[in-house]
């Protein structure tokens, strides 16, 4: 066997877990304290010794509370994405790229699924890496362009969705809580259209609303067999977002692209 290869794959795997374990660091802390530090468990707030949060046992030495399974499914899955990205030299803006941009989507995905929130500290880094990456892609006019169109068209199904809650609320003298779409959402636009450009920023949003209206029926359809459906049921709208950008920019191959 050519030792070459495995060198590559093992250090593609260090990479791919090193991302995994920062996205769960930045997922764990942003939240709840609004800012970076040496971490500390969820349950009882205490440090954590480095060894045991980021290796092993990964569960808190003072009120024994495990760390949960996203923990481990997270790391497992940025090593087969960084293996992947590795040996198929994808996308044309390059591995190292592509893994910071994984590790920004993973973090917007863990905290908008666990917390329902968007932080606009996170969607601002975002921005610089549109920027960034986007005006190479598609020179800066075409980058600003698809920023702007991103943010602007979620900003008015934003304004949409709000009227219709409102009308909602007053026909039923009951306020609903649960929406799908946050201002968050629409700043996480902006970021993807910086990103995918323009009219890119077109296909991105539409992929997100398919893949959107396709996992809420079945989300619906399996609270509704569990009999826990309810009519305010919401899921949150980021993560489709990040899917859609990450099928078109990064593992398009995959589409056929």
Same mark, same amino acid.
């Given at each position: 066997?050519?030792?070459?290869?495995?060198?590559?794959?093992?250090?593609?795997?260090?990479? *791919? #877990?090193?991302?995994?374990?920062?996205?769960? %660091?930045?997922? =764990?802390?942003?939240?709840?304290?609004?800012?970076?530090?040496?971490?500390?468990?969820?349950?009882?707030?205490?440090?954590?010794?480095?060894?045991?949060?980021?290796? #092993?046992?990964?569960?808190?030495?003072?009120?024994?509370?495990?760390?949960?399974?996203?923990? #481990?499914?997270?790391?497992?899955?940025?090593?087969?994405?960084?293996? $992947?990205? $590795?040996?198929?030299?994808?996308?044309?803006?390059? %591995?190292?790229?592509?893994?910071?941009?994984?590790?920004?989507?993973?973090?917007?995905?863990?905290?908008?699924?666990?917390?329902?929130?968007?932080?606009?500290?996170?969607?601002?880094?975002?921005?610089?890496?549109?920027?960034?990456?986007?005006? $190479?892609?598609?020179?800066?006019?075409?980058?600003?362009? *698809?920023?702007?169109?991103?943010?602007?068209?979620?900003?008015?199904?934003?304004?949409?969705?709000?009227?219709?809650?409102?009308?909602?609320?007053?026909?039923?003298?009951?306020?609903?809580?649960?929406?799908?779409?946050?201002?968050? =959402?629409?700043?996480?636009?902006?970021?993807?259209?910086?990103?995918?450009?323009?009219?890119?920023?077109?296909?991105?949003?539409?992929?997100?609303?398919?893949?959107?209206?396709?996992?809420?029926?079945? %989300?619906?359809?399996?609270?509704?067999?569990?009999?826990?459906?309810?009519?305010?049921?919401?899921?949150? %709208?980021?993560?489709?977002?990040?899917?859609?950008?990450?099928?078109?920019?990064?593992?398009?191959?995959?589409?056929? *692209?």
């Amino acid at each position: 066997m050519d030792i070459s290869l495995i060198i590559n794959f093992l250090i593609a795997v260090l990479l *791919g #877990w090193f991302a995994g374990l920062t996205v769960n %660091y930045i997922s =764990d802390s942003m939240p709840r304290y609004r800012r970076l530090g040496l971490p500390r468990c969820n349950n009882c707030n205490e440090q954590q010794p480095l060894v045991n949060y980021f290796i #092993w046992p990964k569960h808190c030495p003072f009120c024994h509370t495990r760390r949960i399974a996203r923990v #481990w499914i997270t790391e497992i899955v940025y090593m087969v994405s960084s293996v $992947w990205l $590795w040996f198929s030299q994808s996308p044309d803006f390059g %591995y190292g790229a592509a893994m910071i941009l994984l590790v920004y989507f993973g973090v917007v995905t863990v905290i908008d699924l666990e917390h329902r929130l968007i932080l606009h500290t996170i969607s601002l880094v975002g921005a610089i890496l549109g920027l960034i990456i986007g005006t $190479w892609l598609h020179g800066l006019i075409m980058t600003l362009l *698809g920023g702007a169109a991103g943010f602007g068209i979620m900003l008015a199904l934003y304004y949409l969705g709000y009227v219709f809650i409102k009308i909602v609320t007053r026909i039923r003298g009951q306020e609903i809580r649960e929406v799908a779409l946050g201002f968050g =959402d629409v700043n996480l636009s902006g970021v993807i259209g910086l990103l995918l450009g323009w009219p890119g920023i077109v296909a991105g949003l539409f992929l997100a609303i398919l893949l959107g209206a396709v996992i809420s029926v079945i %989300y619906i359809m399996y609270a509704v067999f569990k009999k826990e459906y309810r009519p305010d049921l919401a899921l949150p %709208y980021g993560p489709f977002l990040v899917a859609s950008t990450v099928l078109l920019l990064i593992f398009r191959k995959i589409l056929g *692209g």
